[in-house]
C-alpha cells in the first residue's frame, strides 16, 4: 500500500491528530507492517493508551479501503505532502496538514492566493468593501481563500467566484458538515466552480477548537491576508497572527475609530500591518507572482461592471426574474421573500445566491436584501 494512503489511514482515526502523526513517521511506523502492531508496540513510541489501542484495533488494509471508499462516495478525493499537487507554500508552515480532502478545482491550490477574513457581523462598510475587494483581486488574477463563514468569509467568496482566479474556502468541519448550514448552497457552488478544502474526514462535526487549526491553513495557502473588519477578539486575528508566523504579508483595512468591528484591523496597522484601500495596494505587491498564473488567465480582461451596475435581465432564469422583480419592490428580509415566492428556504436561498453572484442583488445586515 502507497505511503500516501497509510498517511490517509492515520488521519481518519479518531482521536490521532497532526503531532501523533508526527510520531507514527518519525518512528517508522507508517509502513503495512503497522497493520500487526499490538497497543504495546503503539505506547512504545509515545502515544498514549487510548490512541494505542484504537490504533491495535481499527489500523489495517481493510479499514482503510473502507474509509476511502466512504470519501469517494461523498465526492471527495485527497492530497498529501507525498503528492506532486500538495502546495510548496503549505509545505513551508509549522504545521502543514498530514491530509487535505478535497472537491473542485485542484489547480487552485498552488495558484498565487491572498486571504480575505473578517467578522462574521460585518457592517454595510466591511460588506461592501470586501465585495470590491474579493472582486478585484480575482480580476487580477489572485484565488481569494477564506473560511467559508457567516459574514466577510462569505462575501467575499461570492465576489471572488465572479473574477478570473476563482476562491477556495477551507472548512473546519467534514466535507458532509456544512458550518453554518446556511453556506451549505454556497458550498456546493464553491465545489463546482472553486474549490472546498478541509484536513478532517468524513463526519466530523463543528467544533470551536477546530476553527483556529482551519485558519492557519488559510494564511498558509497565501501569498498574505487581509483582514476587512475584526474586532479585538476576532478569530481573523489569529489567521492574522499565523500569516505574520509563517513569514506572509497582513493587510489592513482601515475603519472608522469609533466601531468596535474595526478595532482589531487598527491595531494591525499599529502593530506594522499594511494599510490598503484598494486592490491596486495588494496586487502591485505581487506582480512577480501573477506572472505563474496561466497565459489564458494574464492575458483575459479584468472584470468590468457594466454602468450603474444594470441587469442584463436576459442573463437571469425564470426563477431568477421572479424574484429580482419581486425586490424591485423592496428591500425585503427572507421571511418576506419567503412568503411572496411560497418557496421553501433552501430553494429560494439557493436563487438568492445565484442573484447575489450575478450581481442583481445584495444583502444588507439582517438578512435583507434588496436590487442593486
Known sequence: MEERNLLFGLNEVEGIGWKSIGKIRKAGFLTEKAFSYTSEDWESIGLTNKMSNRLASVYDAEWINKRYSLMKESGAAMVTPFDEDYPELLKETAQPPWVLYYRGRLELISRPGIAMVGTRVPTAYGRKVGEILAEELSAA?????????????????????????????????????????????????????????????????????????????????????????????SGSLITADAAMEANRDVFAVPGPITSP????????????????????????????????????????????????????????????????????????????????????????????????IKKAVTQLPGAIYKVI
Open 141 to 233: 488574477g489572485l484565488t481569494v481563500v477564506s473560511g467559508l463563514a457567516r459574514g466577510i468569509d462569505s462575501v467575499c467568496h461570492e465576489a471572488a467566484l465572479r473574477g478570473r482566479g476563482g476562491t477556495i474556502a477551507v472548512m473546519a468541519t467534514g466535507m458532509d458538515r456544512v458550518y453554518p448550514p446556511e453556506n451549505r448552497e454556497l458550498e456546493r457552488l464553491i465545489g463546482r466552480e472553486g474549490l472546498v478544502l478541509t484536513e478532517y474526514p468524513i463526519g466530523t462535526p463543528s467544533h470551536p477548537g477546530l476553527f483556529p487549526q482551519r485558519n492557519r491553513i488559510i494564511a498558509g495557502l497565501t501569498l498574505g491576508t487581509v483582514v476587512i473588519e475584526a474586532d479585538l477578539r
Open 261 to 356: 468591528k474595526s478595532r482589531g484591523a487598527l491595531e494591525l496597522i499599529k502593530q506594522g500591518a499594511k494599510l490598503i484601500t484598494c486592490a491596486k495596494d495588494i496586487v502591485e505587491e505581487y506582480a512577480s507572482y501573477l506572472d505563474k498564473i496561466p497565459a489564458e488567465i494574464r492575458e483575459s480582461e479584468s472584470f468590468v461592471p457594466e454602468a450603474g451596475n444594470l441587469v442584463v435581465e436576459k442573463n437571469l432564469t425564470s426563477e431568477e426574474l421572479r424574484l429580482y422583480h419581486i425586490l424591485h419592490q423592496g428591500p425585503f428580509t427572507l421571511d418576506d421573500l419567503l412568503t411572496r415566492t411560497e418557496w421553501d428556504f433552501g430553494h429560494l436561498h439557493s436563487v438568492l445566491l445565484s442573484l447575489i
